[in-house]
């Protein structure tokens, strides 16, 4: 009897422990209850829980957690209907208040961030809620994890899934999108219109810049041939001048050769005249290529003491010119 006694005891005894000893999982937390009195927080690892006299109150997740925002229609600002979406990040911080200060703290995040939502997006326009994510966004956080700070939850983030404006007001803004890129490719164009024009006038501008640059330099140089010119001219001058003063006609027939070779063919290039006529005495002509053949063995001959001969200064020829108007 005895034996059996004990061994009933160490199988109640067995039991007992058995009952009492709780595992709690890395990540939650698990609060212990005495006669249904909040007492401790049990921590992740071996707890021993008494059985009978305490028990678990709540299983509380402490990871961070995602809650769907289930869709729904806002009226917006300027009275568009738009349907939402959107979902809420959270964790645990006080295991004690999540699981006594609210009844579902799941349920109250979601009822807390739909209607906030609500409130926010209503108070923007349909513009404002399409372009303003971020800040939509940020307001709703604020709102949000101030007023879940109580339940020992932190909302760490909310964020809009989807913003479905009614297909009439997507057709108006698919049309308003292309008439704003047809104007900016209509302003793009005639902007580039302009800039070619502008370039156009501007390589015109630098055309004739340059045109009058050469203009410029080469009448520069055109007068500094003829000042050349004329110095050369005034030299040959005063040469044939020394040398009729030296006593040399030889140098004066050399001159009216040239200046009578130089009329005749300005006869030959008139644009008035297209066939002319005129004598020409060989003797003459002879006359003056042996003066000018004078001049020049006088010139290499060095001979400046000799006094030539005085030749007869030859008549100048009459010419008479006959034009000949084809037309």
Same mark, same amino acid.
């Given at each position: 009897?005895?034996?059996?006694?004990?061994?009933?005891?160490?199988?109640?005894?067995?039991?007992?422990?058995?009952?009492?000893?709780?595992?709690?999982?890395?990540?939650?937390?698990?609060?212990?209850?005495?006669?249904?009195?909040?007492?401790?927080?049990?921590?992740?690892?071996?707890?021993?829980?008494?059985?009978?006299?305490?028990?678990?109150?709540?299983?509380?997740?402490?990871?961070?957690?995602?809650?769907?925002?289930?869709?729904?229609?806002?009226?917006?600002?300027?009275?568009?209907?738009?349907?939402?979406?959107?979902?809420?990040?959270?964790?645990?911080?006080?295991?004690?208040?999540?699981?006594?200060?609210?009844?579902?703290?799941?349920?109250?995040?979601?009822?807390?961030?739909?209607?906030?939502?609500?409130?926010?997006?209503?108070?923007?326009?349909?513009?404002?809620?399409?372009?303003?994510?971020?800040?939509?966004?940020?307001?709703?956080?604020?709102?949000?994890?101030? #007023?879940? *700070? !109580?339940?020992?939850?932190?909302?760490? =983030?909310?964020?809009? $899934?989807?913003?479905? %404006?009614? @297909?009439?007001?997507?057709?108006?803004?698919?049309?308003?999108?292309?008439?704003?890129?047809?104007?900016?490719?209509?302003?793009?164009?005639?902007?580039?219109?302009?800039?070619?024009?502008?370039?156009?006038?501007?390589?015109?501008?630098?055309?004739?810049?340059?045109?009058?640059?050469?203009?410029?330099?080469?009448?520069?140089?055109?007068?500094?041939?003829?000042?050349?010119?004329?110095?050369?001219?005034?030299?040959?001058?005063?040469?044939?001048?020394?040398?009729?003063?030296?006593?040399?006609?030889?140098?004066?027939?050399?001159?009216?050769?040239?200046?009578?070779?130089?009329?005749?063919?300005?006869?030959?290039?008139?644009?008035?005249?297209?066939?002319?006529?005129?004598?020409?005495?060989?003797?003459?002509?002879?006359?003056?290529?042996?003066?000018?053949?004078?001049? #020049?063995? *006088? !010139?290499?001959?060095?001979?400046?003491? =000799?006094?030539?001969? $005085?030749?007869?200064? %030859?008549? @100048?020829?009459?010419?008479?010119?006959?034009?000949?108007?084809?037309?």
């Amino acid at each position: 009897m005895l034996t059996t006694f004990l061994g009933a005891i160490a199988v109640l005894v067995l039991l007992f422990v058995m009952m009492g000893v709780k595992i709690v999982h890395q990540g939650y937390r698990y609060t212990i209850e005495h006669f249904g009195r909040f007492v401790r927080v049990a921590q992740p690892g071996f707890n021993f829980v008494p059985p009978f006299f305490y028990r678990v109150g709540h299983k509380i997740n402490m990871m961070e957690q995602v809650l769907d925002i289930p869709g729904q229609e806002i009226i917006t600002k300027d009275n568009a209907m738009v349907a939402v979406d959107g979902v809420v990040f959270f964790q645990v911080l006080d295991a004690a208040k999540a699981a006594y200060e609210v009844s579902d703290v799941y349920m109250a995040i979601l009822a807390l961030s739909t209607t906030n939502l609500r409130t926010v997006m209503g108070s923007m326009d349909l513009d404002e809620t399409l372009s303003k994510r971020d800040e939509i966004n940020a307001r709703l956080l604020n709102v949000v994890d101030h #007023a879940t *700070e !109580a339940w020992g939850v932190k909302i760490t =983030r909310v964020e809009l $899934k989807d913003i479905r %404006p009614p @297909a009439d007001i997507v057709n108006a803004m698919t049309r308003q999108m292309k008439a704003e890129r047809e104007k900016r490719a209509s302003i793009l164009e005639s902007e580039g219109a302009r800039q070619n024009d502008i370039n156009r006038a501007e390589g015109q501008k630098q055309g004739q810049i340059l045109e009058a640059e050469g203009r410029k330099e080469a009448a520069f140089r055109d007068a500094e041939a003829r000042e050349r010119s004329a110095q050369a001219e005034a030299n040959a001058t005063k040469s044939v001048s020394d040398a009729i003063e030296g006593g040399s006609v030889q140098a004066i027939n050399y001159f009216i050769a040239q200046k009578y070779v130089e009329a005749i063919g300005l006869f030959a290039t008139s644009p008035n005249a297209k066939t002319i006529l005129f004598p020409v005495e060989a003797t003459q002509l002879m006359g003056t290529l042996g003066g000018i053949g004078e001049l #020049a063995r *006088e !010139a290499l001959s060095g001979e400046s003491s =000799r006094t030539p001969a $005085k030749p007869a200064v %030859p008549k @100048a020829p009459v010419i008479p010119v006959v034009p000949r108007v084809q037309g």
